[in-house]
């Protein structure tokens, strides 16, 4: 049975960032960084590349796992809603 009083129906501001892609992709960012501290260089990278990339490879694995949680199957929409958020 559920507890009908503990249900206000007011307007609750959140500091979460479930629907701001950007949001997302940095929070996951900063748990990467950590996870692969030992196994990347100061650029986020895996291999010395000699003409620097646009995103590190932290920053693809960043995305692609945001876009995993997110549902978001498009890299069409992906990069749309990024643009947009």
């Not at 949680?69 to 643009?83: E, Q, V």
Request: include cysteine.
């Amino acid at each position: 049975m559920t507890d009908f009083q503990c249900f206000k129906f007011e307007k609750i501001k959140t500091t979460s960032a479930m629907h701001d892609l950007r949001a997302m992709c940095r929070m996951t960012l900063v748990y990467a960084v950590d996870v692969f501290r030992n196994d990347t260089d100061d650029n986020g990278n895996f291999h010395f590349y000699p003409t620097t990339a646009r995103m590190s490879d932290l920053q693809v694995i960043t995305l692609v796992i945001t876009a995993k949680y997110a549902c978001i199957d498009s890299d069409d929409w992906l990069f749309s809603n990024l643009r947009t958020d």
